[in-house]
């Protein structure tokens, strides 16, 4: 019912920023939030960031003051900002669209909550 499709992902060094986009396809009226995880070696995924369609974003306390996350709802796009990263924000990063069930349409249709992408891979070199 939603696609997600990860970009902006590869090699940086210590210091240096990245953009990270997903475009969210299928029904993408049905989105409510959308959001930024991540998954290092032999670790949990994490979340990074989320942000709603109406704008309301969350920060984990990790990346507060350093990452941004911004959504266009016109191109069914979310993107995550990282500044200033450092080797231990080597990850995968993973995008999540969560479904919302307000709508009538949207309630009787539902087949999962959420949604995830491929992942893209984010190495900071030290």
């Known amino acids: 019912q939603v696609q997600l499709v990860e970009s902006g992902g590869g090699l940086v060094q210590a210091g240096g920023s990245l953009r990270l986009s997903c475009a969210a396809s299928g029904a993408t009226r049905c989105i409510s939030a959308m959001g930024w995880y991540r998954q290092a070696p032999g670790k949990e995924r994490e979340l990074v960031a989320t942000i709603t369609v109406g704008g309301d974003t969350y920060y984990a306390d990790s990346v507060k003051g350093q990452s941004t996350i911004s959504i266009d709802n016109a191109k069914n796009t979310v993107y995550l900002q990282m500044n200033s990263l450092k080797p231990e924000d080597t990850a995968v990063y993973y995008c999540?669209?969560?479904?919302?069930?307000?709508?009538?349409?949207?309630?009787?249709?539902?087949?999962?909550?959420?949604?995830w992408g491929q992942g893209t891979q984010v190495t900071v070199s030290s």
């Open positions: 999540n669209a969560r479904w919302g069930t307000v709508q009538f349409m949207c309630r009787m249709t539902r087949k999962e909550y959420d949604y």
